[in-house]
């Protein structure tokens, strides 16, 4: 097994002088604080519209078809990834309906859509029939955890994208370590400032506009049944997650992650 990762995807490349980039890059401020800023406009009012001054009115746009006679798909790929950021990334973590194999895998296909039941939408890649090891475990089991990546172990989450095959645990690959949940069967990352155990609710697979009849993708809605939340992260109510403590890490375009260390506070308007 290679440690030496180049690419995330059959549509990106980290480049063959990568490892000489990232040397010549600044070390990473471990102890960077997050910080809250005024807004860019603090005095706006209602209609002011953008705070640039006009100077995004004076840009130009291209028009994309998706369809578009000779367009791949991996450009729909990567114009999405890189432009609807930042998103969050589900680590979940699966076991074998057998009981005998453990997967842990990240998804940034992934956003909490409601609150009340507690629900998560995940979309994978590939069809239900050659399903990977996250979506063959969870419909086989209809059980999952969602671990919430923060900056102390992201490498470590990165390594669980590694293609290993059917069986092969990237707890082992990763050095994270598994934490017993209530409810389900699957372990939770102990390392996780934020996990969620969940139920599977339901799934549905797409099929691809360009080749029809193939399968492209697979959404599952998974249900929160249990939180688990770091003690010197959550507040007394066990409502709110402190965010200088989460310091999550979210997805960006390529290969490359963000952190949260600048926030902005702007109320909601009343009518």
Known sequence: MSSKATTTSAFFKA???FEKVQAARPDFKRDAEVTFSKPPSPNWKQGD???DGGEC???THI????YE???????NYK???SGMVPRPIALISTKSKDGKTC???PFSYSQVINHDPPLFAVGFVGSLESAKDTVKNLVETEECVINIISEHFVEAANATAINAPYGVSEWEVSGLHQAPSAVVQAAR???SILSIEGKLVETKEFESRQVPGKKTGVLAIIEGVRFWAREDAIDGEKSVIDLKVLKPISRLGGIQYGRTTDAIEIPRPNF
Do not use: H, M, Q, T
């Open 15 to 17: 480049g063959n002088d």
């Open 49 to 51: 519209g953008a705070n």
């Open 57 to 59: 009115l004076k840009k």
């Open 63 to 66: 028009e994309i078809d998706p």
């Open 69 to 75: 006679e000779g367009r791949p798909a991996s450009s």
């Open 79 to 81: 114009i999405l990834i």
């Open 103 to 105: 997967n842990l895998a």
């Open 189 to 191: 990352v102990k390392e």
